[in-house]
């Protein structure tokens, strides 16, 4: 079974600050993937980054990072230079295959990160 | 046209009640999904519909009926649904990806679901 954890419920900063995220994942598959999604408000989840199991690199995309680290099952995301229009709810989720048709995510339970003017 | 949409947006039923969700995507994918998010629960796979053949039922009670005609469309039927299945009940879609995990699921905006 796959399981993911975020630790943090609530997250508040000030604008302009980095914000952390944590994530940490229990899969016994090989392959997989790591995703983080964004819910505003309105409701729609945003995809955001995307990283296999086989690559550990860590990139950034404009203001967003992340660090892999499949030693500690692990897969930070950092927000630099927060704004306030990053105020929402962040899901990290771990996607399987389903009887090689589809993917299956499991989410965490989200992260609630709240920027202040 | 949005990627996913669904309607309607809100909804609110009685017990004793049939209704149905509707999702239609818009992004040329093959694979459907249907989530619920409830306040004290992370988010819940319910259904994967994988060009049209339903893959994966999460254990869903059958007062929740999928339904999938083509792929573009999914729907939920619902019927007799208790107060405990008031949720935001999330539509995606996806291409299937067969060994291809990293397929990211676009999502819609939602139905909020609220049973009386």
């Known amino acids: 079974a796959q399981k993911v954890t975020q630790a943090q419920t609530e997250i508040s900063v000030v604008e302009k600050e980095d914000v952390t995220l944590d994530c940490v994942y229990e899969?016994?598959?090989?392959?997989?993937?790591l995703f983080w999604y964004k819910q505003p408000p309105s409701g729609e989840l945003v995809f955001l980054i995307r990283?296999?199991?086989?690559?550990?690199q860590n990139e950034i995309s404009g203001r967003y990072s992340w660090n892999f680290q499949k030693s500690t099952s692990s897969f930070n995301f950092t927000i630099t230079a927060s704004q306030v229009v990053d105020s929402a709810v962040y899901f990290c989720?771990?996607?399987?295959?389903?009887?090689?048709?589809?993917?299956?995510?499991?989410f965490g339970g989200g992260t609630r990160v709240l920027v202040k003017p | 046209e949005t990627g996913v949409t669904q309607t309607p947006r809100h909804l609110v039923m009685g017990m004793t009640n049939k209704k149905s969700l509707k999702c239609e995507q818009h992004?040329?994918?093959?694979?459907m999904y249907w989530y619920k998010q409830s306040a004290k629960k992370p988010l819940e796979l319910m259904f994967v519909?994988?060009?049209?053949?339903?893959?994966e039922n999460n254990s869903v009670p059958s007062r929740f009926s999928p339904e999938c005609p083509n792929s573009s469309h999914l729907f939920l039927h619902l019927h007799t649904l208790q107060p405990e299945d008031s949720a935001l009940y999330l539509c995606?879609?996806?291409?299937?990806?067969?060994?291809?995990?990293?397929?990211?699921?676009?999502f819609g905006p939602g139905t909020r679901l609220t049973v009386l």
């Open positions: 995606a879609s996806s291409q299937p990806t067969g060994t291809l995990l990293g397929n990211e699921q676009f």
């Open positions: 899969t016994r598959d090989t392959t997989y993937y």
């Open positions: 990283r296999n199991s086989f690559d550990e």
């Open positions: 989720a771990l996607s399987v295959t389903i009887k090689a048709a589809g993917n299956k995510l499991t």
């Open positions: 992004l040329g994918h093959n694979a």
């Open positions: 519909y994988s060009l049209e053949e339903r893959v």
